[in-house]
């Protein structure tokens, strides 16, 4: 994979100046397409983007990204404007994790410490008592009291990694993520068999077949460290394949291969869909117009605040 140097594009170009005007900040995750990553005031990982977000002194936050990323950042900033491309873009870990059916099983298991995975709904972070990402989820399990019980939700991949890494028992819930649970293992190691000198690098949301065989496992800031780091110049990429042009630009002279999905897709990789639904123009007209915007109650919001907060201070 090669890359060349972007130029601007007009609409790049006038998207600047409006958030001049607007003073206003892009916060993108590494999924969004390249020319929006291209705008954006800071890429990066869910912690990063949050730990921006309670940091901004821009009076407007567009959250290029998913729908519970963006609701963290106004949880964040309740006081500010927050606005998401297309409110479609949301999130199949977080719509496994229904409020009613979760609260019922936190009903059934009170002792229970609740740690949720960040990508989960603002109402479910009202039942958490920590919120983890996947670059902090083993120091937040660590925390908690060795003799406390534990559930987790709602990634039961990145729980299982968890247990496996802490040695920690937890209850976990059923959800997964569409897009990390598309890899074919099959497929990877007849890749692999091509390229034996190449690390296999994976997200902790990757189901445990894959993560077996992974040379690193970590959040999306996590790999693109770990390839700016390593001495070898080939790398298998199992998580989304948007991190790619971050990861290109990072490291031009190496070979990176993103790993391949179970079904045939013309691109041999995996994309978000949700991510995708943010385009460059989307972002233009929604900085532009103000809207849509993420409108959250007072209640929620200060419930919600608790245990991401907790998790900052973890961090
Ligand atoms: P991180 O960027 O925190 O690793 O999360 C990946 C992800 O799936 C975001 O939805
Ligand atoms: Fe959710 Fe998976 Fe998309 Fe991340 S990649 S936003 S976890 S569906």
């Not at 959040?219 to 989304?240: P, R």
Request: aromatic residues 6%; glycine residues 4%.
């Amino acid at each position: 994979m090669t890359v060349s140097a972007p130029q601007p594009t007009t609409l790049q170009e006038e998207l600047a100046q409006l958030k001049k005007d607007k003073n206003a900040v892009i916060l993108a995750h590494y999924y969004q397409e390249p020319e929006i990553q291209e705008v954006a005031d800071f890429i990066g990982d869910s912690l990063e983007l949050a730990k921006k977000a309670a940091e901004t002194s821009a009076e407007i936050i567009v959250f290029a990204g998913v729908h519970f990323m963006a609701e963290t950042a106004k949880i964040l900033n309740p006081s500010k404007r927050v606005f998401l491309p297309d409110l479609n873009a949301g999130c199949s870990l977080a719509d496994s994790c229904p409020p009613e059916a979760f609260r019922k099983l936190k009903e059934q298991y009170p002792d229970h410490v609740v740690v949720t995975y960040i990508n989960c709904s603002a109402e479910i972070k009202t039942h958490s008592d920590v919120v983890c990402t996947s670059s902090n989820a083993e120091k937040v399990i660590n925390s908690i009291p060795p003799e406390k019980q534990i559930i987790f939700a709602p990634d039961k991949n990145l729980g299982k990694y968890l247990m496996q890494k802490t040695g920690r028992e937890m209850l976990l819930w059923d959800g997964a993520c569409i897009v990390h649970e598309a890899f074919s293992l099959d497929k990877m190691l007849e890749l692999y068999k091509q390229h034996p000198s190449a690390k296999i690098i994976a997200h902790p949301e990757s189901e445990t077949h894959i993560l077996k065989i992974a040379n690193y496992i970590g959040s999306t800031s996590g790999m693109l460290n770990y390839v700016k780091g390593s001495e070898h110049d080939t790398f298998i990429v199992a998580t989304e394949a948007g991190i790619l042009h971050q990861m290109q630009n990072d490291v031009p002279q190496k070979t990176l291969i993103p790993a391949p999905a179970k079904e045939d897709n013309t691109c041999a990789c995996s994309e978000c869909a949700f991510m995708k639904m943010n385009t460059l123009k989307k972002l233009y007209d929604c900085l532009a117009k103000e809207t849509p915007e993420i409108k959250l109650s007072e209640d929620l919001m200060k419930k919600a605040l608790v245990p991401i907060k907790r998790m900052l201070q973890l961090s």
